[in-house]
């Protein structure tokens, strides 16, 4: 029996739900990439959950991290969705992958890092420079962990410098970045598969 392939993108911003979102757009943008290809996903803005700092897997009464962890753990493909701010990741972003930190010791029962056979991706927006630094920051990350970076698996749009614009209200999506997303969704979907029917090798 299959099962279909899903994902969790992760919303990085600093803003909490309802309030809207440029990260939150792309995120679902790309997800909705995914969807065409297979994998059904949903998105989770972390700045909605009580996630303490530290490099735990369970900080203790009343983190929340563990569900979010569960729900990765679950998950085929991790988007990695961020503003940028004065050119990096936000400090919510940051904490994901401090939280992250956990799955360096999780193996399975072969051996294997607890995260292989997952795939990441990442989205980025914001109005200044910082895009491809964010991103070498959001792949290296996860890679240490055990997931896997496909082809093409990223997108960003910046605004004009020191012309303050949010993705979230722009009329339409520019070709260049709609063009990204649909590869980064149809590569993910395509790794996610492969890596399904046939798993790293044992340590």
Known sequence: ????PSA???VCGLKSGPESSSSEVM??????????????GESLRVAD??????TGADMGPGDEWPEIRRRIHEADVLVLATPTWVG???SIA?????RLDAELSVTDDQGRPGLYGKVALVAVVGNEDGAH???????????????TIPANGCTYWNSEAMNP???????????????TIATAGRNAAHLAGLLAARQYPAA
């Open 165 to 179: 614009q949010d993705y979230k209200d722009l009329d339409t999506t520019p070709d260049a970045v709609a063009a």
């Open 133 to 147: 630094k964010i991103v070498a920051d959001l792949f290296q990350a996860p890679n240490d962990m055990g997931l």
């Open 94 to 98: 940051q904490r994901v992958l401090e």
């Open 88 to 90: 990096h990741p936000s």
């Open 1 to 4: 029996m299959t099962t279909t």
């Open 49 to 54: 959950h009580h996630v303490p700092p530290g």
């Open 27 to 40: 995120a679902r943008q790309v997800l909705g990439a995914l969807a065409e290809n297979g994998v059904e």
């Open 8 to 10: 969790l993108a992760l």
